[in-house]
């Protein structure tokens, strides 16, 4: 469906969302009910902010904490170019063929991070790659306060209508942004450093470069407040559970190295390694469904003096 172009988004008060329509870069438009923007890397960069490399130490983490870490090996498995990603999931979502949160390998891991993270006082949420926004739609039914609002960001357009329909019944609650180059650094320039109680991604760091993964924990730690929460899931090594998902993971591993685009893109992680000292890990989960290992990790943004 045509994507219309007004003047100006509005909440449901009524009142304009901040500066969407007026930044440089960035293009608002409505496809549905759900406030929804579409951003560039050509966005103005945030005054007086460098972007986070390796070695950097990031000025929202305590005592000048890392939001990566940059002694981690680094990866050098094929990864898909932001542009492959997009199309790979752009193909899938037309059948809205995505629903890891509701899959058997996924669906067991999404129970795991809902049961460890605590959503009971939050204002906001934020989510980096909310796909169709199948878990978007099940937190703000059931995880939610009534209160709260639920921002997410993806790259492929197709899952960004998909999820812009399936949440319209939260209109006034939700905010979609469309990142069409995958750009994480650049995603989300209006939403206030420290503003956020829960920022979450299920598998979507297990298909991006070791660069892109820093930018996203770059970001985490500069929308969440102190003490917020980091929820992530992905794929990880079977041989951490045992000898039969061991095997499977191998099979996936060389499907990978073959034909990345056959399975998403996504390869087996220790989510463990690219955690900076800014966090805390307050709890780690291995959680297998389908012969498939998935890791998910909650932790605490810290706060100085930790």
Partial sequence: MPLAHPPALKSASGSSV???????????????AVKTARCHSDAPSRPNRPLFRPGMAHPQCSSGGFAANAKKAPDTRRVLSRKDAREVY??????????????????????????????SNARRVFEFGHGSGRLAARLLRQYLPADCSYVGVDQSEVMHGLASQRLAPFSDRVE????????????????PDGSVDVFVSTYVLDLLSDEDTAKV??????????????ALTGLTFGSRVGLLLSVATWVWELVHWVAPRTVGGCRAQ???E????????????????????????VCRKKIPGD
Wanted: charged share 20%.
């Fill in 274 to 297: 690219y955690l900076g000292p800014c966090w805390e890990l307050r709890s780690i989960n291995l959680v297998s469904g389908g012969l498939i290992t998935s890791e998910v990790l």
């Fill in 18 to 32: 901040k500066n969407l329509s007026a930044l440089k870069g960035q293009q608002a438009f409505r496809g549905s």
């Fill in 217 to 230: 924990l770059d970001l985490a730690a500069r929308l969440l407040k102190p003490e917020g929460q980091l």
């Fill in 176 to 191: 979609l942004l469309l990142v069409s180059d995958g750009e994480p650094s650049t995603c989300a320039p209006h939403i």
């Fill in 90 to 119: 752009d193909k899938h979502g037309v059948k809205d063929q995505v629903r890891d949160s509701e899959s058997v390998y996924g669906g067991p891991a999404t129970e795991a991070l809902l049961a460890a993270t605590d959503f």
């Fill in 270 to 272: 220790n989510l463990t």
